[in-house]
């Protein structure tokens, strides 16, 4: 499975652009302050109930969510997340100025193969937004709709002087989705959830074995037996 790719879903960037324009924006910090330096901060369309904080996105284990009233003030970004079919969790305009930068990190709870990914939606951008996930420049125009996995290390700097303004979109993994993903090439037709050793390599492999030695004890054997075996796959 791919890191990253273009869905193949396009919206209307000028009708994005002015309507968010025309929106009265509050715009709230972003909670996660070791994670960036300058001002990243949002606006909370859909929320998760019970949280403390205006643009949390909640996590996996989050089950209830509800619209914001400002959703009312924007019918065509209503259409475009009606155009993802599949269950919609967190949803928030997400706001970086010249000059911000959100440092390297990972979202452990965004796994496609655990139920849950987050889509961007470009509404305003500029040539010098560096956007990297994966090792991999991402380079998003308006109106495009985007898959990253960010349960990988990624990272943005606005070198522009105008703002970088995303339409931020969690969901649910569901057929449509998986469709969807296979048409765009992200997944290929039948992939499979990757054995959870997969992750390592062949020198790691070897350290766990020899620390499973070490620790001996019930199921032990068993498990230097299978990861042994995923050395010679």
């Known amino acids: 499975m791919k890191s ?3 869905l193949p879903l396009q919206f209307d960037a000028e009708i994005l652009e002015k309507e968010f324009l025309d929106l009265s924006k509050q715009w709230v910090a972003h909670f996660n302050t070791s994670y960036y330096s300058g001002d990243w901060s949002g606006i909370q369309l859909r929320a998760p109930k019970g949280e403390n904080h205006q643009i949390s996105p909640g996590h996996a284990g989050t089950k209830e969510f509800a619209d914001s009233p400002v959703l ?3 019918p065509y970004i209503k259409e475009v997340i009606s ?3 599949a269950p919609k969790d967190s949803i928030r305009f997400l706001r970086l100025t010249p000059g911000s930068k959100i440092k390297p990190h990972k979202d452990f709870d965004l796994e ?3 139920g849950f990914v987050r889509l961007h939606v470009p509404i305003l951008t500029n040539e010098k937004v560096h956007f990297e996930l994966d090792g991999i420049k991402l380079d998003m125009k308006p109106g495009e709709c985007w898959f990253g996995d960010f349960s990988k290390t990624h990272s943005v700097f606005n070198g522009g002087e105008t703002e970088r303004v995303h339409l931020v979109i969690d969901c649910q993994v569901n057929d449509w989705m998986t469709t969807i993903f ?3 090439g992200i997944l290929e037709v039948g992939e499979q959830k990757p054995h959870e050793l997969s992750k390592y390599d062949n020198a790691t492999k070897a350290m766990i074995i020899e620390e499973l030695k070490r620790i001996g004890g019930a199921g032990a054997e068993e498990a230097i037996e299978r990861v042994s075996k995923s050395i010679n796959e």
Do not use: N
Request: a negative charge.
């Open 83 to 85: 155009a993802i079919e």
């Open 182 to 184: 296979e048409e765009a």
């Open 4 to 6: 990253s790719g273009l």
């Open 112 to 114: 496609f193969w655990d």
């Open 72 to 74: 009312d003030q924007l």
